[in-house]
């Protein structure tokens, strides 16, 4: 027998049962078809603008910084202010979003280069499909847009949010998400909460560290 | 009185558990005292033991044995009413899974519903808001396991204090966490059990009461032989002595003239 | 790796850790660490309570489907272009990723946090096969240095002290200026971080655990702080994913509770920095990401745990909450255990992995203090758990002859109430009038395992029943 073969048989045998009930079946595609929420906490739920809110505070506390913008036009300046603030040099790697790739960044005296990160770059933008209000969170999606290695290598991750994308929580990002991508999700969903830390060695907490050390949060509001 | 029963006073089988009866009368007599201050008819049937050594040491039969020998003795009573947080909740959480007949998983159900540790027993059930003694010391309290995390013991033995004239409560740090005594546990583990209970009278010294209460024996025996092996002058003693006034016996490991 | 575990000698390994001064030091920091900021974090979320029943109820469904969510899961990851293979025993997991990494001639192997291949010792069998293995968590990496096993499911370099992070990258580091200063933590965090981002890019193959395998999706989710995961997962051309088989949730929702409880159970955070779900490898057009995609899913004892006494222990999400509340792991830190997993979910899955003639120490050492049911977030009853162990040793006479003997006569005499109080009554005049002055006792025959470490209070010497019915019979009077 092969060991999946084995595997299933004896799972079915602890279990009592063969794999053919019917109504076992229907319980599951049902689950599955229906993707019921279980319990959602109230606290990003409320008006446009309470989720705002939310999204900042929460953000915030776990050591992101949250600017908002006007408009996307708006987004190069503010770029160029972060890193100049940050004192690292006005360069950008950044994917093919058609959201950043039509911006000014020349304008802004920004270097801007595009594709995945081979680990030289200190600074990058991503765009986020969403926003999570209960935990401060972001949604990025892999692909040639926001390449994944963007969001891990470089030393400063920016990530903008338009406004209308802006979830109370992550239940409305998934149905949004199969919406936008169908049964098959990009590879990799990567869900940031804040940058990279470890509380590893005596349990100090410590920003960056194998990921970006810091994380700038720019939501467009137009 | 809280409940219905005001034809008769409740009549409460008081199960004194092994350890009060083999070393430490007083505390039966003051849960009986609270009790009939409380308006209950006490009585005591003979007994033994709950069963819990045998159901934490894996025996099963002899858990099930005891459990029906206390359900027999017990079995005219309103209501039981143990001094520990450990054997009323050995009675009232466990007694059920013990069985595997529908009637006698049923009848032990029954009996686990009617089955209280002391404090809150006087307080929840008996509706029990003061009580009339004195104490005038500071004292710590610890929160014994049991009592706690299976009976949700925790406020009630401190609103009783509150009340008694002259004592001072006042908190240690952790008094939510074990002290190591787990009873068999104490002498089969017992650098393990050192290890704790060294953290637990740390934190009973710091906290600067020269009396510590808690409400269950087995806790307080060891707690208070870890006090007096490091030469504390700290006194021990159950909760329910200090609720009923009767602290003339000495306290725990205190020898017997020297008592205040 | 631990494969040979010194669980039977737990008690000589608790006596050592108890000594251990640097040890005792750095579990100081589990408090604060760890106790205070999951409570701030429960407080902070008045729904915890109900998510908690939610999550037990979702994992006791994914349990009783098991076979069928499976089934779904592999399904969907070959849709994605992902392989799947299937592990009855440790040493077939490690044998199928041994394999995966000859095949594609890979020369080192970085690997982020995963307990079960602790479990199956992957990392010795990466290197049997000429193959480096590079830890990179930061925990797991110093731990590695020091070829130490985790001391704890979520920080497995909590045993150790800055100073002594400091000695061992002193020791390996050894390329690097001599008179750096690494006195504090931050110092060597940014050395790790150096000296691993190299590792991260010169690998061929990356293997990861998973905190959650998604049936609806095909995807495997980790969840981490670091963003070595990620890296681990990211960069080499293959990534392989190691997982029990009960990591399995029905749908994205699903997990979403089940990260809602996770990440404030282990850390107190709300939500882990990185949470990634990972379908397959790159696609047509994707500029990063593996070109290969393998998931390994390894049984290893986990199927025989189902529709029985210890099926519960399945809920289990490893977030080392039990650990971290627990008085035993608090007095001798994760190692003396004796194997990979450490606390009260050690306790009970040890002896289910390994067997309870090993494995029997652990689930008698607990006061039953009932702590570690109390944070569980899946609320695994672990006391009771650990009870039916003992049971199963009772039934099998595993139980010490002493135990087993003393609890006979208890029982003996507990079973006949007159010939217990006639026995009792006798027994604790003679203990309270030996024991009058001093009021304890320092040394008593038959209880050295008490009086070693603390006095034996005195009875008084009348049991409280013939006390009691002399005294009713005076009132009659």
């Known amino acids: 027998m ?54 900042i505070t929460e953000a915030q506390r776990v050591s992101a910084s949250v600017v908002m913008l006007e408009n996307a036009a708006a987004i190069p300046a503010e770029v160029a202010r972060y890193l100049s603030e940050c004192n690292v040099a006005p360069v950008l790697r950044m994917g093919a979003d058609a959201r950043l790739a039509g911006l000014d960044w020349a304008g802004a005296g ?59 929580d992550l239940e409305t990002v998934w149905t949004r998400l199969r919406r936008a991508t169908g049964a098959l999700l990009p590879r990799t969903v990567n869900i940031i909460t804040g940058p990279s830390r470890s509380a590893d060695i005596e349990q100090t907490l410590l920003l960056g560290a194998h990921g970006p050390r810091r994380l700038h949060i720019l939501v467009t509001l137009g | 009185m809280a409940d219905g029963l005001s034809a008769r006073p409740p009549r409460v089988g008081l199960l004194a558990t092994c350890l009060v009866d083999l070393f430490r009368p007083s505390i039966g007599f003051a849960a009986a005292k609270l009790l009939e201050d409380a308006g209950c008819e006490v009585i005591v049937p003979p007994q033994t033991c709950c069963g819990q050594p045998a159901f934490n040491s894996g ?25 520990s947080g450990s054997c009323g909740g050995m009675i009232a959480k466990h007694y059920p899974d013990l069985f595997d007949e529908p009637l006698l998983i049923s009848r032990a159900r029954t009996f686990a519903a009617k089955t209280h540790e002391l404090v809150s027993f006087l307080t929840d059930v008996l509706g029990v808001t003061t009580v009339d003694a004195q104490f005038d010391r500071k004292v710590t309290y610890h929160d014994a396991c049991a009592g706690l995390r299976e009976l949700g013991v925790k406020s009630q033995p401190r609103r009783l204090l509150e009340t008694v004239r002259g004592l001072e409560l006042v908190e240690m740090a952790e008094s939510d966490v074990c002290c190591g005594f787990g009873g068999t546990f104490a002498a089969k583990y017992g650098e393990i059990s050192d290890a704790i209970v060294s953290k637990k009278t740390a934190h009973i010294s710091a ?42 016996t000495p306290p725990i490991g205190a020898p017997r003239e020297a008592g205040r | 790796m631990s494969l040979h575990p010194t669980t039977p000698a737990f008690k000589e390994n608790a006596h050592r850790a108890l000594g251990d001064t640097e040890l005792q030091k750095a579990l100081g920091h589990v408090q604060g660490g760890f106790i205070n900021k999951r409570a701030a974090a429960v407080e902070r979320l008045p729904e915890f309570e109900t998510l908690r029943e939610s999550a037990r109820d979702l994992k006791d469904h994914v349990l009783a489907h098991l076979d069928l969510y499976l089934e779904h899961y592999e399904t969907q990851v070959r849709a994605a272009g992902g392989q799947v293979h299937f592990a009855r025993t440790g040493e077939e997991a490690c044998k199928t990723i041994v394999d995966i990494c000859k095949a594609h001639g890979a020369k080192s192997v970085t690997k982020g946090k995963s307990m079960v291949s602790e479990e199956i010792g992957l990392n010795d069998a990466i290197e049997a096969a000429g193959m480096a293995a590079v830890e990179t968590d930061l925990g797991e990496y110093i731990i590695q240095l020091r070829h130490e ?76 702080n670091e963003g070595n995961g990620d890296l681990t997962q990211t960069l080499p051309k293959v990534h392989i994913v190691i997982a029990s088989i009960e990591k399995i949730v029905p749908t994205l929702e699903d997990a979403s509770l089940l990260m809602r409880v996770l990440a404030r159970s282990a850390t107190g955070q709300d939500m882990s920095v990185y949470t990634t779900l990972s379908t397959g490898p790159r696609r ?45 792991y608090h007095a001798i830190g994760g190692h003396a255990y004796g194997w990979v997993y450490p606390g009260p979910m050690g306790a009970v899955l040890t002896p289910a992995l390994i067997g309870v003639e090993k494995g029997g120490n652990l689930p008698n050492a607990s006061t039953f203090c009932g702590r570690c049911e109390a944070v569980c977030p899946v609320k695994i009853p672990l006391p009771n758990l650990m009870r039916h162990w003992r049971e199963r040793e009772f039934e099998r006479h595993l139980t010490p ?77």
């Open chain 1, 2 to 55: 092969s060991a999946r073969d084995d595997v299933f048989s004896n799972i079915r045998r602890s279990l009592g049962v063969t794999g053919k009930e019917a109504t076992r079946r229907a319980a599951v595609g049902q689950r599955l078809e229906t993707t019921p929420r279980g319990p959602v906490p109230r606290r990003g739920q409320g008006s446009a603008a309470a989720r705002m809110a939310t999204f």
């Open chain 1, 110 to 168: 920004l270097s801007t280069s595009t594709g995945r990160s081979d680990g030289s770059d200190l600074n990058a933008i991503s765009h986020a499909f969403a926003g999570v209000a209960e935990t401060g969170s972001l949604i990025v999606l892999s692909g040639p847009d926001n390449p994944a290695t963007l969001n891990y290598l470089p030393d400063n991750h920016i990530i903008v949010l338009a406004v209308s994308d802006l979830c109370g």
């Open chain 2, 59 to 83: 025996d099963r039969t002899t858990a099930r044995d005891l459990a029906l020998q206390v359900m027999d003795a017990f079995s005219g009573c309103d209501y039981i009413v143990a001094p």
């Open chain 2, 207 to 248: 906290s600067g009461a020269p009396v510590l209460l808690a409400g269950d024996l087995g806790c307080l025996m060891n707690m208070a032989g870890k006090l007096s092996r490091q030469g504390s002058s700290i006194e021990v003693r159950h909760v329910a002595e200090v609720l009923a006034g009767l602290t003339d």
């Open chain 3, 149 to 224: 096993t985790p001391s704890h499911i979520i920080a497995p370099a909590v045993h150790l002290t800055k100073e002594q992070v400091e000695a061992d990258f002193r020791r390996v580091h050894s390329h690097l200026d001599a008179a750096r200063d690494l006195s504090e933590p931050v110092q060597l965090l940014t050395e790790a971080r150096g000296v691993l981002r190299e590792k991260f890019l010169a690998a061929d193959v990356g293997i990861t655990g998973a905190n959650f395998l998604v049936a609806e999706t095909g995807s495997s989710i980790i969840v981490t």
């Open chain 3, 284 to 328: 047509a057009g994707d500029p990063d990401g593996p070109e290969h995609y393998h998931i390994v899913l390894v049984d290893n004892g986990r199927s025989s745990m189902l529709g029985g006494e210890f099926e519960d222990m399945l809920r289990c999400i490893r977030c080392g909450a039990c650990m971290n509340h627990c008085p035993i």
């Open chain 3, 401 to 477: 002859a002493v135990q087993r003997f003393g609890l006979g006569i208890w029982g003996f005499f507990a079973r006949r109430p007159s010939l217990y109080r006639l026995a009792t009554s006798l027994a604790m005049r003679v203990l309270g009038f030996v024991g009058r002055d001093k009021g304890r006792f320092a040394k008593l025959p038959l209880a050295s395992g008490w009086t070693q470490f603390r006095d034996m209070p005195a009875p008084s010497g009348e049991t409280f029943q013939s006390e009691w019915r002399a005294r009713q019979k005076e009132r009659r009077s």
